[in-house]
């Protein structure tokens, strides 16, 4: 990781937590999640191991810090965001939050007392893809697919490298235009419109945008060969994906699930599966690090 993406992590924390971890000999490639907990020991997710701190000891002060850092000094800027339980910050990182929940109406208003971080490191691997790309392109076409895996195990950033090698073109095929919905800026990394993670020179991104209202936007509006979008998981992501089919787009989509047959127990992808509209299943693990193929099925 470059200089530029260290500062993105270490600008948002706190004085206390930044000093302790740039004290450490560690190579920011291999970081994966800062938890910082009130009260309690700093532990960083580092090359597949959990690293504790005992030396760092988070404090009220850090948190209020590190808040203000996140939400660049205007929480009202970040109320939607931090309605959903995360931020995401430039580079793609998302860091996640826990406190006191205030409900309105049945639902979500806001998060207050927060007093637990985990930021996720996003990652751009070049090239980590490659071995997936062969299985999911036939001879004609991109094969709709389904990147699926528990929480950190690499879904987005092996998705963001397919999204470049189709865009660019490869040894099995030419470039191809690709439609990114980015909703939660963690795909293409956006500021101020530019995406700061490589996607291609074929690619397109709605950010920030949700997702079924995005695919039915691209396909209207950019003449994608190929949608793209992280996290599926509402009956209106499902629908969106039946429509982005019907349009005769290739769709590559990432899930929460640790395997295919977890997946197949979920109703809303078990229809999915039945009308056998994704071809492709590629299952991350952590068997040999965070991004592990596990396992990859033809449907």
Same mark, same amino acid.
């Given at each position: ?204 991104? @709605? ?8 695919? *039915?936007? $691209?396909? /209207? #509006?950019?003449?994608?060969?190929? +949608? ?43 229809? @999915? ?8 299943? *590629?299952? $991350?693990? /952590? #068997?040999?690090?965070?991004?592990? +193929? ?6």
């Amino acid at each position: 990781m470059d200089n530029h993406r260290i500062s993105e992590i270490t600008k948002v924390l706190p004085q206390n937590v930044r000093s302790t971890i740039l004290r450490q000999q560690i190579s920011y490639d291999r970081l994966e999640e800062v938890h910082l907990r009130t009260g309690m020991p700093l532990i960083l997710r580092y090359d597949n191991t959990e690293i504790l701190m005992e030396q760092c000891i988070v404090t009220p002060e850090d948190m209020r810090e590190a808040l203000e850092l996140i939400s660049n000094h205007s929480l009202y800027a970040y109320e939607d965001d931090i309605r959903q339980g995360f931020i995401t910050i430039p580079g793609g990182h998302r860091v996640g939050l826990a406190g006191k929940m205030v409900m309105q109406d049945g639902k979500i208003k806001t998060i207050k007392h927060i007093s637990f971080f985990n930021i996720r490191v996003a990652h751009q691997i070049r090239g980590c893809a490659a071995s997936v790309y062969g299985f999911i392109h036939n001879s004609t076409q991109i094969e709709n697919t389904l990147i699926i895996s528990p929480p950190g195990c690499g879904k987005t950033t092996m998705l963001r490298d397919l999204i470049r090698q189709i865009s660019n073109g490869n040894s099995y095929y030419e470039g191809q235009t690709v439609g990114v919905v980015d909703e939660r800026s963690e795909i293409a990394a956006c500021y101020n419109g530019r995406p700061q993670n490589d996607l291609g020179i074929r690619t397109d991104v @709605l950010d920030c945008c949700p997702k079924a209202e995005g695919m *039915v936007m $691209l396909v /209207r #509006s950019m003449s994608p060969r190929v +949608i793209a979008v992280d996290e599926i998981a509402t009956p209106d992501d499902i629908e969106a994906v039946r429509y982005v089919m019907n349009c005769g787009c290739s769709i590559i989509a990432t899930a929460h699930a640790y395997n295919a047959d977890e997946l197949r127990q979920k109703p809303q992808f078990a229809e @999915l599966l039945a009308m056998n509209v994704f071809k492709r299943i *590629v299952t $991350l693990g /952590r #068997s040999s690090g965070a991004g592990s +193929i596990e396992e990859e099925v033809v449907l």
